[in-house]
């Protein structure tokens, strides 16, 4: 599979929250960085991540545009709320060996109606 067609197929998964089958998308020793947090590394990592995310918020990924160069693909997505990002993949041998994710973690929060780290409870 080209870096867009993985890319695709990631969006396809994603958008029915199933963390098992979108961690197989990856390679054992993948990083994902979503900068606004720590990097996660590995496989088994991701799959948690993903795992706890889908349990706190219903998201959807629509693709806006995707721009693939060698063995990079870049993903511009919106969801249904009007958050907007940015990723990037690094593929190789057809399976995610880093990703990078850009998009504003603050509006994410508020549109799921999340804590927001540092905030007083009332």
Known sequence: MTPKEVVENWVNVFNIANAELLSDMYHEQAI????????V???????KMFATEFAQANMVCIIENIFEDGEW????????????????FQV??????????????????????????????P
């Not at 509006?107 to 999340?114: A, C, D, N």
């Open 32 to 39: 994902n960085h979503q900068v606004n947090t720590s990097p």
């Open 41 to 47: 590394n590995g496989k088994a990592a991701i799959k």
């Open 73 to 88: 693909a870049i993903l511009e997505w919106k969801d249904p709320n009007g958050l907007r990002g940015c990723g990037f």
């Open 92 to 121: 190789t041998d057809g399976k995610i060996i880093f990703q990078r994710g850009y998009w504003d973690k603050l509006s994410f929060l508020k549109l799921h109606h999340l804590p927001i780290p540092g905030e007083l409870m």
